[in-house]
């Protein structure tokens, strides 16, 4: 199975500062078409949001204060200007081959 | 749309089938996954079926625990235990996948899943 590794484990970030989430694939997740990466947002009590797809497409609805990047084996989904809302727990997410793999999660919380 | 059962509390070794209703959407061309979280965890990928054509996929990790199943004529999709433990405690997600040429992509539905609680 591919292991996708996120970092850190938990995040405490000041409301209006940035937070930077990494996630590192056991194998490189590039195919000819793009980056077989997504990643998703879980608020408390609720089921997972997508964010992003291919590594860095914007799903819809999502605010531009977030942006996604990477490509092969090394991925960054990134906050600017953190809001109240943003706090939840974050996702990486593989679709290159199956079993289709997850990260453990990022609990992003306000400093 | 993804319209899960309701919640569902069992004793071990109990047999157990929830449903997922499609809505909104050409229920057969997209695959339709099943993801679990137990209490406090993080997500774990369990299987997947096509009800184009009934490709069902498997985690080995779920493999012979579970069955997932579709029956086209209701846009419905099923997760099913035969013999439930109290480590099958768990919010249950269905997922709809966005389809690739032959295997599924990304999620980009989720339900608002099924908590499963096995207790003696």
């Known amino acids: 199975d591919i292991v996708l590794t996120q970092s850190p484990a938990s995040l405490s970030v000041s409301l209006g500062a940035v937070a930077s989430i990494n996630c590192k694939s056991s194998?490189?997740?590039?195919?000819?078409?793009?980056?077989?990466l997504a990643w998703y947002q879980q608020k408390p009590g609720q089921p997972p949001k997508l964010l992003f797809y291919?590594?860095?497409t914007r799903a819809s609805g999502v605010p531009d204060r977030f942006s996604a990047s990477g490509s092969g084996t090394d991925f960054t989904l990134t906050i600017t200007s953190l809001q109240p809302e943003d706090v939840a727990v974050y996702f990486c997410?593989?679709?290159?081959?199956?079993?289709?793999?997850f990260g453990q999660g990022t609990k992003v919380e306000i400093k | 749309h993804l319209e899960q059962s309701a919640a569902e509390v069992k004793k071990p070794g109990e047999a157990l089938k929830i449903s997922c209703k499609g809505s909104?959407?050409?229920?057969?061309?997209?695959?339709i996954g099943w993801v679990r979280q137990m209490p406090g965890k993080g997500l774990e990928w369990m299987g997947i079926?096509?009800?184009?054509?009934?490709?069902?996929r498997y985690s080995p990790s779920f493999q012979g625990r579970v069955s997932i199943s579709a029956d086209n004529s209701l846009n419905t999709a099923f997760l099913e235990w035969n013999n439930l433990k109290a480590s099958d405690t768990a919010i249950y997600y269905c997922?709809?996948?966005?389809?690739?040429?032959?295997?599924?992509?990304?999620?980009?539905?989720w339900g608002e899943g099924t908590t499963v609680t096995v207790s003696s």
């Open positions: 997922t709809r996948h966005v389809s690739g040429a032959s295997n599924p992509y990304y999620i980009d539905v």
């Open positions: 909104g959407y050409t229920f057969t061309t997209y695959w």
């Open positions: 079926i096509y009800p184009g054509d009934s490709d069902t």
């Open positions: 194998r490189n997740l590039y195919y000819f078409d793009g980056d077989y």
């Open positions: 291919w590594a860095s």
């Open positions: 997410h593989q679709f290159y081959t199956g079993p289709q793999t």
